[in-house]
RNA sequence: GCCAGAGUAGCUCAGGGGUAGAGCAACGCUCUCGUAAAGCGUAGGUCGUGGGUUCGACUCCCACCUCUGGCUCCA
């Protein structure tokens, strides 16, 4: 459970996002059934490595080493700093450590024995976690060669078992002592380990194709975006192309929220402090809200939410129960301080754009909303392409405010919504944020990561707050329920995701460039106009190559773009008024009649197809 | 913010105490070409910023900024 002194609704800038690379990647699959085996290898790693450790660095100090997914690590103490290069010569010592075949004994002691071994070796961590077992549980030691290690186990039998040539030691970072930032901070070296040297090279080419598809990388190469460390960092400059991806988006999310029933709102990028003091967040958030500006003596600030003033429209009118339930969205831009080492692409930013809504409604009412966005949410990753999701319930946490009657209801609802969609989902008892439950949904991507994007939250907080009230059939005044909801989260970390995902190679309606017109020598560059206007009269996006390149560069270059199509024309298609076509894929037909080539682009954008 | 590594031309990168190099891109010229790179030439950098050491610093040292991998955080 985490434990968060929070405060407030929609959240997510960055979540699960960083720091992924290494985790979730080729999770379960069909390593399932090997699971509790390789997680024996790789705590056996573990335990190699801190050997290899402690033998080249006398004096070093060991922590906790734990298997992870895809690998190990081991936490260290060292007497002198390691860097990358010394990975090679531990990597070495680990291998001989595995050819000598050494058993892995276990030893159970009590605790009397073990902290005095410890404490003779001066193993000052291991004792601190001697003294955090429970007394009713079994203090056991694991030997192998020369390396003893408190430690609970299992292990291989023998280091035979490991396999030299299936392991890797991939880097090294700092990690503060059992997690906590006022702990010292010690050295962790990160390795993967398989089964066979097969699997190992499995995964390092998955590490690869991951890096391939970085969207730094590939923001660069696409033209798709930049950040500038003089302008300020975590701060995203849109180029023409990402512009067109955005735009691309924008325009298909603001269609499908009229069409289910929401109003687009604009709302102020800065408010002044009365609101945030009456929000809360001035309290509550306060260390990621950018300082105060002042405006003739008024404390004014950058908006890092936009709800208080979502609420603001609310109240210029007395609602009626008639007019619930009300659903206004808006893409926000918001502003939130990051620390300066949680930067990240696109996926942790300082300034970013929520695709944000409120759903206002009375309590008879909140079922269906919730049903309704929850089904809008799916829609929407299906359209992008992402089918593999997973939710997270969220319920009351211990510390919290509305009244118990509305958890239940609300948390009943959100249950209910995931139910009736039949998504797999897990629950996260009493991980709910204090002003209400909430429903995040995880989307797997390409490469089986996993991604928090979309966010459903009650808001039992805000309500009270501001007074929001409607009058209902009875003619009294009543609060209504809140939900706060994002669906991509935002339009920064989205694009990011977007951009790995399909590795740069979007579909037609996203693509920047849906059609390269290529004529194969200057003589056919009229052409070659007269096709790149014929479609840009149907509105599709296109880009015409005159230069004095020769056709075989041209396509090179359209190709490195991943534009998906590319029209090659000479003299037998301007005679039949035709074009060539060859996909980014390399597929080719040729002789296409170019009313047919704009009918069928026409179709692919509308049914949203890859290609 | 913390630990470690890195910052050299628009991009990718090499180099190294004596004052900077390649490929691609850009620009110019020649070639006028049928499905992933035509040929030749030109131009381009106070080597992240600020200090220090030195006869001399891009190179060594210190501080700062940014980026990368993690840790912490992510309402």
Redesign the pocket.
């Known amino acids: 459970m985490?434990?968060?002194?929070?405060?407030?609704?929609?959240?997510?800038?960055?979540?699960?996002?960083?720091?992924?690379?290494?985790?979730p990647v080729s999770n379960g699959e069909k390593f399932m059934a090997d699971d509790e085996k390789l997680k024996k290898i790789r705590h056996s790693m573990a335990h190699v490595m801190a050997e290899a450790v402690v033998q080249k660095y006398p004096g070093t100090k060991v922590a906790i080493g734990p298997a992870i997914d895809n690998g190990f690590y081991y936490d260290f103490d060292l007497p002198e700093?390691?860097?990358?290069d010394d990975l090679e010569d531990i990597t070495l010592r680990m291998k001989e450590i595995i050819k000598g075949n050494y058993p892995f004994q276990k030893r159970l002691v009590s605790r009397e024995e073990a902290e005095k071994l410890f404490s003779d070796a001066g193993q000052e961590y291991k004792i601190e976690l001697l003294k955090a077992i429970p007394e009713d549980e079994d203090v056991s030691l694991y030997s192998q060669d020369t390396f003893t290690d408190l430690c609970r186990g299992p292990h291989v039998e023998n280091t035979k078992e490991l396999n030299a040539e299936s392991f890797k030691l991939?880097?090294?970072?700092?990690?503060?002592w059992r997690?906590?930032?006022t702990n010292p901070?010690l050295?962790?070296i990160?390795g993967t380990a398989w089964s066979n040297p097969k699997e190992l090279r499995l995964y390092l080419k998955k590490l690869e194709e991951i890096e391939k598809r970085?969207h730094?990388?590939l923001g660069?190469?696409l033209d798709l975006y930049s950040?500038h460390?003089e302008a300020g960092?975590?701060l995203i400059y849109w180029h023409p192309n990402g512009s067109r991806i955005r735009l691309a988006i924008e325009d298909y999310w603001r269609k499908e929220h009229y069409k289910n029933g929401y109003e687009l709102l604009y709302t102020p990028h800065i408010g002044r402090s009365w609101l945030w003091q009456t929000s809360g967040?001035l309290g509550?958030?306060n260390e990621?809200?950018y300082s105060p500006m002042d405006v003739d003596d008024n404390d004014y600030y950058i908006k890092?939410?936009n709800c208080p003033f979502h609420i603001m429209i609310y109240k210029t009118d007395i609602r009626s129960y008639r007019e619930l339930p009300l659903r206004w969205a808006e893409l926000g831009t918001?502003y939130?301080?990051?620390?300066?080492?949680?930067?990240?692409?696109l996926l942790?930013v300082r300034g970013f754009t929520q695709d944000d809504a409120h759903i206002i409604c009375t309590p008879d009412q909140v079922e269906d909303e919730i049903l309704e966005v929850l089904k809008f949410s799916l829609n929407m990753w299906k359209a992008f392409g992402f089918s593999d999701i997973k939710a997270y319930l969220s319920t009351r946490p211990e510390k919290c405010v509305g009244e118990p009657e509305r958890w239940k209801q609300a948390t009943a609802s959100l249950q209910k919504a995931i139910e009736a969609e039949g998504l797999e989902f897990d629950i996260d008892e009493g991980g709910g944020?204090f002003?209400g439950p909430k429903i995040d949904l995880k989307i797997k991507d390409a490469l089986g990561r996993e991604w928090q994007m979309t966010t459903i939250?009650f808001d039992f907080n805000l309500p009270d707050r501001f007074d929001m009230t409607f009058v209902d059939s009875d003619g009294k005044e009543k609060r209504p329920y809140m939900v706060h909801r994002a669906l991509l989260g935002s339009i920064e970390r989205f694009f990011g995701v977007l951009i790995e995902h399909y590795g740069g190679a979007f579909p037609v309606w996203l693509s920047p460039v849906q059609a390269a017109v290529i004529p194969?020598?200057?003589?056919?560059n009229e052409y070659a106009n007269e096709v790149s206007a014929a479609l840009k009269e149907k509105g599709i996006r296109v880009s015409v190559d005159l230069?004095?390149?020769?056709?075989?560069?041209k396509?090179?270059n359209f190709?490195?773009k991943k534009v998906p199509y590319?029209l090659?024309?000479?003299?037998?298609?301007?005679e039949s008024e035709a074009v060539?076509?060859?996909l980014?894929t390399?597929k080719?037909t040729?002789?296409i009649p170019l009313q047919d080539f704009i009918k069928m682009v026409q179709e692919k954008i509308n049914s949203k197809e890859l290609i």
């Open positions: 985490k434990e968060t002194a929070d405060y407030c609704l929609l959240f997510p800038n960055g979540v699960s996002g960083a720091g992924q690379l290494v985790g700093t390691v860097t990358l991939l880097s090294i970072a700092g990690a503060y997690g906590k930032e901070m050295t962790r990160y970085d730094r990388k660069k190469e950040t460390e960092p975590g967040h509550f958030y990621s809200m890092p939410m918001v939130r301080y990051e620390k300066s080492g949680a930067l990240h692409g942790r944020a002003y939250q194969v020598a200057a003589a056919f230069g004095d390149n020769r056709m075989n560069a396509i090179r190709q490195k590319m090659i024309l000479g003299e037998k298609e301007q060539s076509l060859r980014r390399g080719q040729n002789m």
